[in-house]
């Protein structure tokens, strides 16, 4: 990137990441659980159960990614791949474990009921039902604080064991989103600046309202976002704007102009001021109550 300098603050950052739409993994055995570490848990829940002791059944081997639990004929993976000439390759259900990709053994250990066959195929939202009743034991609360933070990001619906490679572009970020929210505040993780390139890229209405809680409780555990954006809905909740333009492409490039959104709506040049003025003029339902009051205040300046 070219920049003639850097100047600021900048030295009280201590990391800066990139939230972007990419796929979480590639690999057919990466899931939501894996990547927040939430199966690291599970794993270690399931191996604490009085019939795994005996069996001396350690976490790894509750693991579909090395051998020893989980079904050989299929490696884990649950389906045979039959590759086709000429045609998409098939995926057939392994006939030894059904699906289940774990040896008979493992599915025997069960934890309130369930063994972890039953356990990848809740949902996120069932899941938290399920261990909240435990919250006693240690590992189920570590757990749940991870299952928390999925479904605060909207992600309730998604199953624990459903592969990576499944997920939307607004998923696989809101999963990496959700990493970061379980990884703890800035005083203790240090101050991160989170860049998110048009974020609100594809997603529904209902999904842009579920990345701005999002964006919110990074900023609530001190964290700064930046985000690139034209989705005015996003725009007119920022605490500051820098507005680039004044048109696209070559006639652009320049600042027009730079501070909060009530100050940018009075600026004739600007394009995002024009359409934002008429955003801020609508009522800002459902918006957290410190914005919605600043707003009513900008409302009766004009
Ligand atoms: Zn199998």
Redesign the pocket.
């Known amino acids: 990137m070219r920049y003639g300098k850097l100047e600021g603050d900048y030295k009280c950052l201590q990391a800066v990441e990139l939230v972007d739409q990419n796929p979480i993994g590639r690999s057919s055995r990466s899931n939501p659980a894996t990547y927040l570490k939430a199966f690291d848990d599970i794993r270690d829940l399931f191996a604490a159960q009085p019939l795994a002791k005996k069996r001396l059944f350690a976490p790894g081997y509750f693991s579909f990614n090395v051998q020893g639990g989980r ?1 050989e ?2 490696q884990g993976e ?1 389906t045979i791949k039959v590759e086709m000439q000429f045609m998409a390759d098939l995926f057939l259900e ?1 006939d ?2 059904h699906g289940k ?1 774990f040896k008979e053994e493992v599915l025997e250990i069960k934890y309130r009921d369930k063994n972890i066959a039953d356990v990848l195929e809740m949902t996120i939202d069932e899941a938290l039902e399920f261990f909240s009743a435990d919250m006693g034991d240690s590992c189920v609360k570590r757990l749940c604080a991870k299952l928390q933070v999925l479904q605060d990001v909207g992600l309730g619906y998604l199953h624990l064991g459903q592969s990576s490679s499944s997920l939307s572009g607004g998923e696989a970020q809101r999963v990496k989103l959700a990493y970061f929210l379980c990884r703890g505040n800035a005083e203790e993780k240090g101050h991160t600046l989170f860049i998110f390139d048009e974020p609100t890229t594809g997603l529904h209405f209902h999904d842009i309202r579920k990345l701005q809680i999002a964006f919110d409780a990074l900023i609530a555990r001190g964290h700064t976002v930046l985000v690139i954006e034209h989705q005015l809905d996003v725009v007119k909740l920022a605490d500051w704007i820098i507005d680039v333009g004044p048109e696209g492409g070559a006639a652009g490039g320049n600042i027009v102009f730079e501070g909060v959104p009530e100050e940018l709506i009075k600026v004739k040049e600007s394009y995002t001021g024009r359409f934002l003025k008429e955003k801020l003029a609508l009522p800002s339902a459902g918006l957290p109550k410190g914005k919605t009051s600043a707003k009513a205040k900008a409302k009766k300046k004009q």
């Open positions: 079904c004929t299929c649950g392994c030894q474990c990709r």
